[in-house]
């Protein structure tokens, strides 16, 4: 079961998406209404999703939060928001989300939007796992290869 950060200023709704998730199977384990705490419980305890809305409470917005997290993090970031402004949707762009949700939502939107970003952030990482891991095997291969340059060299 994926574990979801909510990310809402709005109590009200913040709630209702909760219920939402739950009932579509989703742990939701704390509900944050500023960027400052979002940062706070991805750094206690890395969700697996973070569902955030554009404007929050306190100093930083979600634009600024998503940036923050996906950069110190890698948690895939969905945006969900009744801003569809052009301005806000070129910030939004430059945070990297892998969605962008406008509210009012239907739960099937919200659903396959979460799931195919939770796949595509998975298969994210075992692309980038498996890009390490031949990097490596090409270093090791490349220093086999000069000592045996080396060796070749002596003879």
Not at 5 to 21: G, K, N, P, T
Not at 38 to 52: F, N, Q, R, Y
Not at 80 to 98: H, I, W
Request: hydrophobic share 40%; proline share 4%.
């Amino acid at each position: 079961m994926a574990r979801i950060l909510v990310v809402e200023d709005e109590s009200i709704v913040a709630l209702d998406i909760q219920h939402r998730l739950h009932k579509l199977g989703y742990e939701v384990p704390t509900l944050v209404a500023s960027g400052e705490d979002a940062l706070k419980e991805v750094t206690a305890s890395p969700p697996d999703l973070v569902l955030m809305d554009v404007m929050l409470a306190g100093s930083l917005d979600g634009v600024e939060t998503a940036e923050i997290i996906r950069n110190q993090y890698n948690v895939p970031v969905v945006f969900l928001t009744a801003y569809s402004d052009d301005s806000t949707l070129q910030r939004a762009k430059v945070s990297g989300p892998l969605g962008y949700i406008l509210k009012p939502f239907k739960e099937k939107e919200l659903h396959s939007t979460i799931e195919v970003v939770l796949y595509r952030h998975e298969i994210e990482e075992k692309l980038k796992k498996a890009h390490d891991e031949l990097e490596l095997r090409v270093r090791e291969r490349s220093a086999e290869l000069a000592t045996v340059n080396e060796e070749l060299k002596r003879e």
